[in-house]
């Protein structure tokens, strides 16, 4: 700013003679002011304040400016996918919305911690959707919350990504329901599988164009082989994006033998017969990753690779082993000796039709090496997940895999009866219910209408329902348990303390304790728990475990960690609010009910500390009394 004078020429209060030309601020050109005001010190704060304090630079910042545009940018990079480049845009009212986005989400997602605490969280997070907002201000925000303090906000990010999780699988059920609403032609099995694949992954990054440019390179590298072979050959001249056909059957098997050789010899790619029923099989992206795969996701990396070379091949819905099938003849007929039939989880072999019924050991119709729809492609593909979910150990990954996977095949075929009565008995069994339970007793009532003859399965399913609604208008005061009730003395252990199971070795975080073993005669007879020293008659833990389970734990197989570690439990952050360095800190809820554990977990871990640094200082002294 110009120095303060008095009158035209007069010294001023250091007794100097200012120069009358000196410049103020404002008199600085507006692209010069605009350069000084995106200097990346300042804040959204500065630019209000700088804004408030005359016309000029309030003009300066106008919301259609670059100063406001810079802010926006600044604060929130992941949102220019969202702007064409240089597009005009009202950056001030972007950055207002956005601003008062993520104060209502975070306030949301408080707010369902909370709510949630003492049942498991269903996908059914409608009142973010009926907040109204930009829907990549949501997705911003929550990724925001997400990528903040690793150990930190656990509850928090708990939350968010649950409520994340349920947004992009909306947004992919939608994509999903129009993909199937095309016409058959015009349905790729390619991207019904990248959409199931996004469907079970919403988490990561998985897109259609990343999945084809890696195909791509694929492409290239059998193009590569097959201009070797033969310069001529009219799959080189065929363009991405092209669905031209090579129709001469010595050209089309030429292609054959390079896709052969660059998948299965150069890259590797092999069917994963050690690991079949692993979800990640079933994965296009993981497919990729990995080069194994089970026979449908490999069929169909294969297809449309060779699809991409101008050679058709058709999905065959074959029983426990999905194949291809290649005309040997002019097209449309439909006789099974007319067509070779591809493995492409053996490594690209082709058979005929009776060594396709040696590969599974029986007699087949023919009806089943018939071509299939892409829809049908599909339905086996979740219908693989879904099987997998249904063999799972019972634990949080496996209900998750299982209630995705219904999602998915119901979307695909809705009026099948046997997996709308799974969903029902699944919500059932999970305590999963909807924030308006009317959704369960819709499922119920559909099924009803489809098949009268559940009428008994339906309406046990409609009574306990009922009988929930009823338990939610008069919900239980959960129990409060505090260590220093005579009844509790034995308990050693507090809530947030991370332990090594004495006889299995893993590694847990308690969540939960009581003075005796609460389970079932059954399970203590099945645990044995009778063969323990103290038996059923000592303090049982609620423990998370490493591995992603939940177990029930016996005091005396229970010893503190000697150097305790985070526990990668996906429930982490429902109990707990930080992690603090040697013990979790349990967050509002648990300490609800546990109101007395913290003080004892944070005296137990420091003496643990001081312990752990004594044995060091120990330990240092002798190698120095060695060295000496």
Not at 155 to 160: E, G, S
Not at 412 to 421: A, S
Not at 456 to 484: D, F
Request: glycine fraction near 4%; aromatic fraction near 10%; charge should be neutral.
């Amino acid at each position: 700013m110009a120095t303060p004078v008095d009158g035209e020429g007069q010294p001023s209060l250091n007794g100097t003679i200012p120069d009358p030309q000196t410049k103020k601020l404002t008199d600085l050109p507006t692209e010069l002011l605009e350069h000084i005001l995106c200097f990346p010190v300042l804040k959204h704060v500065d630019i209000c304040n700088v804004s408030c304090c005359c016309k000029r630079l309030h003009d300066v910042c106008h919301g259609r400016g670059k100063v406001w545009g810079h802010q926006y940018k600044l604060r929130w990079p992941r949102l220019q996918r969202f702007y064409r480049q240089n597009e005009s845009c009202d950056w001030l009212r972007e950055y207002k919305t956005r601003h008062r986005v993520g104060i209502q989400i975070r306030r949301t997602v408080e707010s369902i911690s909370k709510r949630f605490f003492t049942e498991v969280v269903s996908n059914h997070f409608a009142e973010i959707e009926s907040l109204g907002m930009p829907e990549h201000f949501c997705e911003d925000e929550l990724l925001f919350i997400l990528n903040s303090d690793k150990r930190k906000s656990l509850t928090l990010k708990y939350y968010a990504k649950k409520i994340l999780y349920f947004l992009r699988q909306q947004n992919i059920l939608k994509s999903l329901k129009n993909f199937l609403e095309k016409p058959t032609e015009q349905q790729s099995a390619l991207e019904g599988a990248v959409l199931v694949d996004q469907y079970c992954n919403p988490l990561a990054d998985v897109t259609l164009d990343s999945i084809s440019a890696q195909l791509d390179e694929i492409t290239e590298k059998v193009k590569k082989m097959l201009r070797i072979k033969n310069p001529s050959h009219p799959s080189l001249r065929i363009a991405q994006g092209n669905c031209s056909v090579v129709e001469d059957f010595e050209l089309q098997r030429q292609v054959i033998c390079a896709l052969n050789s660059v998948l299965y010899e150069q890259l590797q790619y092999k069917g994963n017969e050690c690991d079949y029923y692993n979800p990640l099989n079933s994965y296009i992206h993981q497919v990729l990753l990995r080069r194994t795969g089970i026979p449908i996701s490999l069929s169909v990396l294969y297809m449309t690779l060779a699809q991409r070379l101008g050679v058709q091949l058709e999905p065959v819905n074959f029983p426990n082993h999905f194949l291809l099938r290649w005309c040997q003849k002019p097209r449309g007929s439909e006789d099974i000796y007319d067509f070779v039939y591809i493995d492409a989880f053996g490594k690209g072999k082709q058979l005929t039709a009776k060594e396709c019924e040696y590969l599974i050991g029986h007699q087949v119709t023919a009806d089943y090496y018939s071509a299939i729809s892409t829809t049908e492609v599909l339905l086996r593909m979740v219908g693989n997940l879904l099987n997998i979910g249904k063999r799972g150990e019972g634990n949080e990954k496996s209900y998750q895999l299982l209630r995705d996977s219904l999602d998915l095949y119901l979307t695909i075929n809705p009026d099948n009866v046997q997996y709308l009565l799974l969903q029902a008995r699944l919500y059932f069994h999970l305590g999963i219910w909807p924030e308006k339970v009317r959704i369960v007793l819709d499922i119920l009532q559909h099924i009803q209408a489809l098949d009268p003859s559940q009428h008994g399965a339906v309406g046990y399913l409609v009574q306990h329902t009922l009988e929930h609604i009823q338990h939610k208008k008069h919900p239980v005061t959960p129990e409060v348990k505090r260590r220093s009730a005579p009844e509790h003395l034995e308990v050693q252990y507090s809530v947030g303390l991370i332990m090594k199971h004495k006889r299995s070795g893993y590694n847990c975080v308690i969540y939960g304790w009581d003075p005796k073993c609460t389970m079932s005669p059954e399970w203590i007879s099945t645990m044995r728990v009778h063969q323990l020293s103290n038996g059923a008659n000592q303090p049982f833990y609620n423990v998370l475990v490493q591995d992603g389970t939940c177990r029930y734990a016996a005091q005396e197989n229970l010893e503190p960690h000697s150097a305790p570690l985070e526990i990668g439990h996906p429930e982490v952050g429902r109990y707990f609010s930080e992690f603090a360095d040697t013990y979790y800190v349990a967050n509002e809820e648990l300490q609800t009910r546990y109101p007395e554990d913290m003080d004892e977990t944070l005296n137990f871990a420091t003496e643990t500390l001081q312990s752990i640094k004594e044995i060091h200082l120990q330990y240092h002294q002798i190698n120095t009394f060695t060295f000496l």
